[in-house]
């Protein structure tokens, strides 16, 4: 029993680590507006930790909902909008030192992307610990193209 208990324990702690490590969006916000063919900006957070990770990658992509319910990140991605390094820091600018380390991306919307709701999707790829376990997440939120 006491074997059960210990390796509960080191369960815990391992998906602790985990969920410590993972990123998320910070910027832009559920259902913003943005016109299609235009800039905008997407933060992507990655909390502070005392286990070590390394950044392997980052891809953000937007997929059309107007006229589906969409599949979810880890099932498709659409329209690669970044494929590339994720390098989080912290900030000393007026107003975001309160931030966790993060990175700004800016993007474009296709000009011609379906107007309506759409899945802005995350893939992030990183090693975690002393251990290197490879660890992909997948997260996303809605924006509306106008």
Same mark, same amino acid.
């Not at 080191?10 to 063919?37: F, K, R």
């Not at 990770?53 to 997929?63: F, K, W």
């Not at 991605?77 to 970044?82: A, E, F």
């Not at 380390?101 to 992307?113: D, G, I, K, R, W």
């Given at each position: 029993?006491?074997?059960?208990?210990?390796?509960?324990?080191? #369960?815990?702690?391992?998906?602790?680590?985990?969920?410590?490590?993972?990123?998320?969006?910070?910027?832009?916000?559920?259902?913003?507006?943005?016109?299609?063919?235009?800039?905008?900006?997407?933060?992507?957070?990655?909390?502070?930790?005392?286990?070590?990770s390394t950044e392997v990658a980052l891809v953000i992509a937007l997929l059309s909902c107007a006229s589906? *319910?969409?599949?979810?990140?880890?099932?498709? #991605?659409?329209?690669?909008?970044?494929?590339?390094?994720?390098?989080?820091?912290?900030?000393?600018?007026?107003?975001?030192?309160? #931030?966790? *380390?993060?990175?700004?991306?800016? #993007?474009?919307?296709?000009?011609?992307?379906?107007?309506?709701?759409?899945?802005?999707?995350?893939?992030?790829?990183?090693?975690?610990?002393?251990?290197?376990?490879?660890?992909?997440?997948?997260?996303?939120?809605?924006?509306?193209?106008?």
């Amino acid at each position: 029993m006491r074997l059960f208990y210990a390796q509960y324990s080191l #369960l815990a702690i391992a998906i602790t680590s985990v969920i410590a490590q993972s990123a998320n969006i910070g910027a832009p916000e559920d259902m913003s507006q943005v016109a299609a063919g235009s800039n905008f900006t997407v933060t992507i957070d990655r909390p502070d930790s005392l286990t070590g990770s390394t950044e392997v990658a980052l891809v953000i992509a937007l997929l059309s909902c107007a006229s589906n *319910p969409c599949p979810g990140p880890s099932e498709e #991605l659409g329209t690669v909008l970044y494929n590339g390094p994720f390098d989080p820091e912290f900030t000393t600018e007026p107003g975001t030192t309160s #931030l966790p *380390p993060h990175e700004n991306f800016t #993007l474009t919307v296709p000009s011609a992307f379906s107007k309506g709701n759409a899945q802005l999707g995350v893939a992030h790829f990183y090693l975690l610990g002393a251990s290197v376990a490879p660890i992909l997440e997948t997260f996303n939120t809605t924006i509306v193209i106008t």
